[in-house]
């Protein structure tokens, strides 16, 4: 089972910007998409962002568009996302994960699809 491990998140006033990282511990990470959610308390985990396993191919939910970039770097096995324009709203953990199928985007907006978590990272935007 691969493990992932998060790292980049802290407290940003509105405005700010972040950058989060996703490091993958399995040789076969650039075989995998791969995604970003998140989860606020009280609120159900929403996917933010995926990438495909050669990064050529992105999605990101609405609200984000505009504001955040994903990107992959396979040689380092690592994810990482780019959040400019933070908002309040923004808060949440954020959780990179791997899909569940090699060379697959399949309803890859879609949790259920992520087979591998990390322990997630704490995002906080003060207002």
């Known amino acids: 089972q691969v493990q992932l491990v998060e790292s980049g998140g802290g407290l940003v006033q509105a405005g700010g910007s972040l950058r989060l990282s996703c490091a993958a511990s399995?040789?076969?990470?650039?075989?995998?998409?791969m995604g970003w959610f998140r989860q606020a308390p009280g609120k159900e985990r929403e996917v933010v962002a995926a990438i495909s396993w050669g990064g050529g191919n992105t999605y990101y939910v609405d609200s984000v568009k505009g504001r955040f970039a994903i990107s992959r770097d396979n040689a380092k096995n690592t994810v990482y996302l780019q959040m400019n324009s933070l908002k309040p709203e923004d808060t949440a953990v954020y959780y990179c994960?791997?899909?569940?199928?090699?060379?697959?985007?399949?309803?890859?907006?879609?949790?259920?699809?992520?087979?591998?978590w990390g322990q997630g990272t704490q995002v906080t935007v003060s207002s």
């Open positions: 994960a791997r899909h569940e199928s090699a060379y697959s985007e399949y309803r890859w907006d879609r949790h259920y699809q992520y087979y591998d």
């Open positions: 399995d040789r076969a990470f650039s075989n995998y998409a």
